[in-house]
């Protein structure tokens, strides 16, 4: 069965400090890995996702097969980073069902 | 274009009855797919639906269950409601071909009592 591990319910950082919230995953074939991020108020949504080896909003995710870890990090945090990210798989071939991990909650201090 | 809708935003039932969530996906998703969210469990996969037909189901008794119209419309049901069916309850849309963003409505709040 395939698992997300978020290690860290909460991350603090200051304006301008880099950050990087962790994600391990378990599944034995070639999973679609995400990472979801919901402000305050806000709905759910996608930041970014492996297959598309983009920078979103300053962030990026390397998918390491090795230590299946797909980390998220940014250089600099900013305030308007501060929400809650999800990181999430599927097990690939276009199925939908993700299976998400427990959550990070970003605060970016001033 | 419009998001996901989801009615009612809020729901209280009583142990024992039955509800029905009502989902909305955006104009030409053909998936829907639905997922639970409470404090203890996070966010956990119920069911996907695709043109109409149940294509993946989650860990999840018998008592949830769900169905899409032919306009891509989906309701979930749950039956004989325990306390611990209390949850925000997500639907997420996206479009067919392959893996696409799972775009996620407001979700519906059922408190059981």
């Known amino acids: 069965a395939q698992r997300v591990t978020q290690p860290e319910k909460l991350l603090s950082v200051f304006k301008g400090a880099p950050v990087e919230l962790k994600c391990n995953y378990s599944?034995?074939?070639?999973?679609?890995l995400f990472w979801y991020v919901q402000y305050s108020r806000q709905r759910l949504q996608l930041l970014l996702r492996?297959?598309s080896r983009e920078s979103i909003k300053g962030f990026t995710a390397d998918l390491n097969k090795g230590e299946t870890s797909f980390h998220l990090k940014k250089p600099f945090a900013q305030e308007e980073d501060s929400a809650m990210y999800y990181c999430?798989?599927?097990?690939?071939?276009?199925?939908?069902?993700?299976?998400f991990g427990s959550g990070t909650r970003l605060q970016v201090q001033p | 274009k419009a998001g996901v809708t989801q009615t009612p935003r809020y729901l209280i039932k009583t142990r024992g009855q039955q509800v029905t969530l009502s989902c909305s996906p955006i104009?030409?998703?053909?998936?829907v797919s639905w997922y639970q969210q409470t404090p203890g469990q996070g966010l956990q996969f119920l069911f996907e639906?695709?043109?109409?037909?149940?294509?993946n189901k989650g860990n999840f008794p018998g008592r949830f269950s769900g169905r899409q119209f032919s306009n891509s419309r989906s309701e979930m049901n749950v039956s004989t409601l325990e306390l611990g069916d209390s949850a925000l309850y997500l639907c997420?849309?996206?479009?067919?071909?392959?893996?696409?963003?799972?775009?996620f409505g407001q979700g519906t709040r059922l408190t059981v009592v």
């Open positions: 997420a849309s996206s479009s067919s071909g392959g893996y696409t963003e799972a775009f």
């Open positions: 599944y034995s074939g070639s999973p679609e």
């Open positions: 492996h297959i």
């Open positions: 999430a798989l599927t097990p690939g071939t276009g199925r939908r069902a993700l299976t």
């Open positions: 104009s030409g998703h053909r998936s």
């Open positions: 639906y695709f043109s109409e037909t149940q294509r």
